[in-house]
């Protein structure tokens, strides 16, 4: 069980990012403790299991049920940097935030927290639809329940680790698999309907990741069931596209009047004004203000 060291820019937080991590007893997908994170992940047909605790200027990486040859440490950088979304470059936000009346005090508080995202394309709009319309707590009910039940298991020393199920064995469930797991039928309709597109190839992160901003959203709501909120959400949390702005999210809305002391929610015309500002840095301002609630 070697370690290794992985770099991090000035502008990251592990704790911050931890603390993420840690906000469901329910998630099935990572293992916190107070300082560290495991993590399970594919590597073409095996997986590796590997542990991350946060020091100066890096993190130290373990991995933990294979040996860490080059390749495997390598799959574990590149992974772990689109997880904490390493290379973007934080300053300009940060500069642009220090005269924001509404941001100037969040990125002084949480300076470092930066977008922990789901690498996995399939995963996170799987995870957005099960969202849709319900509150987190049951959110991340509905996804043990689905994890536990058609995920990957791996168990190492009486601790069980999961892997997030593959879109080939989704595409072949139906009603009577997903309603009993408390899943509506829509939620169960559109699931399904993901993973088929995956499944078939009509729909990859490979073809996504290739495409400018608003091509990306475009071709992700072709899919029956991902609308405008699902499709930023994705585009923020597995490409980190910065201009990716879920306008129609309630968490920004009630952060927008909470922090202006507002008697009632802004309209969506409001929300877009505030965001003019913005430009080029939606998905982050709109990371900071969730992180306000």
Known sequence: MKSFNIPTPQEFDFELCLDFLKRS???LLHRCNEVTVRKLIRQGQDTILFELSGQRDKMKAKVLNVDATPETK?????????????KTDLKPFYQLASDDKLLKDLVVKFYGYRIVGQ????ESLAWAILGQQINLTFAYTLKQRFVEQFGEKLVMRDEDYYLFPKPEVV???NDSHLLPLQFSRQKSKYVVILAEAFASGQVSKDQIKQLPFEEAKAALMKIKGIGNWTAN????????????FPLEDAGVHNAIKNLKNMKVKPTLDQVRRAFKKYKGWEAYATLYLWKSL
């Open 25 to 27: 007893p329910r998630e």
């Open 74 to 86: 390598q799959a574990v950088v590149r992974y772990v940097g689109e997880w904490f979304d390493l």
């Open 119 to 122: 690498p996995d394309l399939f």
């Open 171 to 173: 595409a072949l469930l």
């Open 233 to 244: 959400y994705a585009l923020m949390k597995t490409f980190h596209y910065p201009e990716a």
